[in-house]
């Protein structure tokens, strides 16, 4: 988990790219509303798909899956999705 303040840590930090997990990868489809996704926070699951991003990803609220809290927002392109 990372800490409140992000201003303090490496941007590679905050690239999912670099939490490599065997079964997933940044995939370039959309995921649905419900999937599960692994984001630098860990697992969550898909509340809304929103708009388009800089990079052409659209923007998903996630909220995770193993604890209370708010849900926060992240770019398909910065989650993990299963492979097919």
């Known amino acids: 988990m990372l ?3 992000t201003s303090r840590l490496a941007r590679n930090r905050l690239d999912i790219s670099t939490y ?3 079964g ?3 995939g370039d489809q959309t995921p649905e ?3 599960e996704v692994v984001s630098i926070e860990g ?3 898909v509340l809304r798909v929103l708009g388009k991003v800089s990079d052409g990803s659209r923007l998903l609220e996630l909220e995770i899956v193993d604890r209370d809290g ?3 927002f992240a ?3 910065n989650v ?3 492979q097919t």
């Open 70 to 72: 708010p849900p926060f």
């Open 24 to 26: 997933w990868e940044v």
């Open 33 to 35: 509303i419900g999937a």
């Open 3 to 5: 800490p409140k303040n």
């Open 20 to 22: 490599e997990q065997e």
């Open 43 to 45: 697992p969550a699951t």
């Open 75 to 77: 770019p398909t392109s």
């Open 80 to 82: 993990l999705q299963k």
